[in-house]
């Protein structure tokens, strides 16, 4: 099966390197195959009782240039492909976005880290990977 449109979630984690270092040598191999990257943040969110905070102005823009340096990783990892492969950063819940992207784009194959990062922690293992295995409409290769 050749895969054309494929979304790869990066986080910058060495199960997602592993994963975009396999879909940029699919791509590498079939020129008609295009590359999404894609790297998403959530800024933090506390809960307290029955309502919620978020982080300081000072957090969140930390955050966001960290995000910021994982597109421009992602970017250059990817240079090679030229027109074929795209970066975004997504922000909001990690496995709802990139299932949603994944329709959204029309991608017919996912590739995630089987865990990754979340911020500047790591996260609970493989639940976003779960997530999307779970909800996915597409084939969903997890890379550990």
């Known amino acids: 099966m050749v895969f054309q449109r494929i979304l790869v979630a990066y986080d910058s984690s060495e ?3 592993k994963a975009l270092e396999h ?6 191999n079939n ?3 295009h590359l999404r ?18 982080a300081s102005a000072e957090t969140n823009e930390e955050l966001y240039e960290y995000a910021e340096r994982i597109q421009q990783e992602a970017e250059q990892k990817t240079a090679l492909l030229g027109e074929r492969a795209e970066v975004a950063l997504l922000q909001g819940p990690p ?13 017919d194959l996912i590739i995630i ?10 996260f609970v293992l493989g639940s976003v990977s779960h ?5 996915a409409k597409v084939p969903v290769l997890v890379m550990k």
């Open 131 to 135: 997530h999307v295995v779970q909800h």
């Open 37 to 54: 990257v894609v790297h998403v943040f959530q800024f933090p969110q506390y809960f307290v009782g029955t309502a919620y905070a978020t």
């Open 31 to 33: 020129a008609a195959t």
């Open 95 to 107: 496995g709802q976005s990139i299932v949603a992207e994944a329709e959204d784009h029309k991608c």
């Open 15 to 17: 199960p997602s390197r």
């Open 113 to 122: 880290g089987s865990r990754g990062l979340s911020g500047l922690k790591e």
């Open 23 to 28: 879909a940029i040598s699919i791509a590498e």
